[in-house]
């Protein structure tokens, strides 16, 4: 393995704030939850936003506008990461109403997808090559019916452990019942 490439290939701030990847959080015969949470990181980003809002308020009110307007620019990059990265996907396949749902919560509200079970064939597991030696894997949902038919994968990341392969194996053993 290349150790000086595989340094640059990781991104820390990116990794730590990352969603964690589905995990099983209800596996009844009626109904299977997945959930992801937000990582670590996303405190540490929240802590850094309000502690550059918080200087750049204070300079504000000291008239001090160079520092206002710098701390203000510092807080916004993570704003941006907070906002892009903090969310909550989760999955729900309610056999006895019939219904596959997912909902993401986020800064900017909360989505809600709802589909006929009946419309969902498959879970698969998309892959992607990482580093040198390593596949990074998501979940994927196949709908073979309905207006949505097609691959829609749950999360927008990526991730190499093996609790995405544990996430689609209960899909399908949910679906096989």
């Known amino acids: 393995?290349?150790?000086?490439?595989?340094?640059?290939?990781?991104d820390p701030i990116g990794d730590a704030t990352r969603v964690s990847d589905l995990k099983v959080i209800k596996n009844t015969p009626q109904?299977?939850?997945?959930?992801?949470?937000?990582?670590?990181g996303i405190i540490f980003l929240f802590f850094l936003f309000l502690t550059c809002f918080g200087a750049a308020s204070f300079a504000m009110y000291r008239a001090e506008f160079p520092?206002?307007?710098f701390g203000y620019l510092i807080a916004s990059w993570p704003g941006y990461k907070l906002n892009r990265e903090a969310h909550i996907d989760e999955v729900a396949?309610?056999?006895?109403?019939?219904?596959?749902?997912?909902?993401?919560?986020?800064?900017?509200?909360?989505?809600?997808v709802q589909h006929p079970l009946s419309d969902l064939s498959y879970a698969d597991l998309d892959m992607r090559p990482?580093?040198?030696n390593l596949t990074e894997r998501r979940v994927a949902l196949v709908l073979d019916q309905g207006m949505d038919a097609g691959r829609h994968p749950l999360t927008s990341n990526f991730y190499t452990?093996?609790?995405?392969?544990?996430?689609?194996d209960a899909i399908n053993a949910c679906l096989q019942q």
């Open 31 to 40: 109904r299977l939850v997945l959930r992801s949470l937000p990582h670590v």
């Open 130 to 132: 990482y580093q040198v």
């Open 161 to 168: 452990s093996n609790t995405t392969i544990q996430a689609a």
């Open 67 to 69: 520092s206002a307007v």
């Open 1 to 10: 393995m290349d150790l000086s490439r595989a340094a640059f290939a990781v």
């Open 93 to 112: 396949l309610d056999r006895d109403a019939g219904l596959l749902e997912i909902k993401r919560y986020s800064l900017k509200g909360r989505e809600r």
